[in-house]
């Protein structure tokens, strides 16, 4: 049987899992969050890995807070740097393979073209730079480890987009989304199911591997509201306006798509286009 620690359990990603986990009679899963294992202490994560057996270890942990990171750098280094090094060493030791969540925020968000993996990667923000060096540590530490990139994350757990302009509709009769930004949602639910997708076609790895995930579909904030509008049948109107009108502490990315086709090609991957899963995700919390 496989056995898979699930880090940062209590987020949106690891919270699917947590729900997912009573479909995969085949794994073994263990559920951590800050009270079972801080990931920030060196000596803790070694002798969690140390007293247990895992073959793989998804870290969903992170610091996610992107406005805020601006005012308190250290704490975004020490979850989405300090902790993912920690956790790389141990996991080399003990010999699990790591697969770690990182961000379209590694990139400076100005291309006109999917980014593919191998894109130049140039931070704009300390959120953006924290998870980079999150994805150095990794690379440096493992040699069989697979970082995923994704973006715009939404799911049933925790706080989203989806779910928060869901609240907005039912308060107000109008609401200024941004239109000038581009990218893909993922809706974590089936970015989990391809995670463990992964694990069940992993062979003896040979290397470091990164990947792009996000839903199929590129549209603005902007469309995305008037969409997650439209499916829960709420009578709030959206308005378009421009990043500048809204400004923000970090920079946001003006274009966040990313390339899927290396997942799809290594592991045969069928991505959901976004309309799909944000249908299901309606439905999901109009019965919750």
């Known amino acids: 049987m496989i ?14 899992f947590r729900y997912l986990a009573a479909n995969y009679p085949n794994y073994n899963f263990v559920f951590t969050d800050i009270e079972e294992l801080d990931i920030t202490d060196i000596q803790s994560v070694r002798s969690f890995f140390q007293e247990n057996s895992f073959n793989f270890c998804v870290n969903c942990a992170g610091y996610t807070a992107v406005d805020q990171a ?17 956790l790389s060493k141990s996991c080399e030791e003990s010999n699990v393979r790591l697969i770690h969540i990182s961000t379209d925020y590694v990139f400076d968000g100005a291309a006109k073209w999917p980014y593919k993996e191998n894109d130049p990667v140039s931070p704009q923000s300390v959120y953006g730079l924290s998870k980079l060096k999150g994805e150095e540590a990794v690379l440096k530490y493992c040699s069989s480890a697979i970082i995923i990139r994704t973006a715009w994350l939404c799911s049933r757990f925790g706080k989203n987009f989806v779910k928060t302009i869901l609240k907005l509709g039912t308060e107000r009769t109008e609401l200024s989304v ?55 049948g709420l009578d709030c109107k959206i308005i378009p306006v421009k990043t500048s009108e809204y400004p923000t502490r970090a920079i946001r990315p003006a274009y966040s798509v990313l390339d899927k086709s290396k997942i799809i090609h290594d592991y045969g991957i069928e991505i959901p286009e976004w309309k799909f899963s944000l249908l299901k995700l309606i439905e999901t919390l109009k019965n919750e």
Request: charged letters at 25%; one cysteine or more.
């Open 3 to 16: 056995r898979i620690l699930i880090t940062g359990s209590n987020g949106q990603l690891g919270s699917e």
């Open 70 to 86: 601006e005012d308190e750098p250290e704490k975004a280094f020490l979850l989405n740097a300090d902790a993912v090094d920690n």
């Open 178 to 232: 941004v239109d000038d930004q581009l990218g893909s949602p993922t809706f974590a639910e089936d970015l989990a199911k391809a995670i463990l997708e992964m694990i069940g076609k992993s062979g003896k790895p040979e290397c470091n591997e990164i990947y792009h995930y996000s839903n199929m579909g590129n549209i603005s904030w902007f469309i995305f509201a008037e969409e997650i509008m439209d499916m829960a």
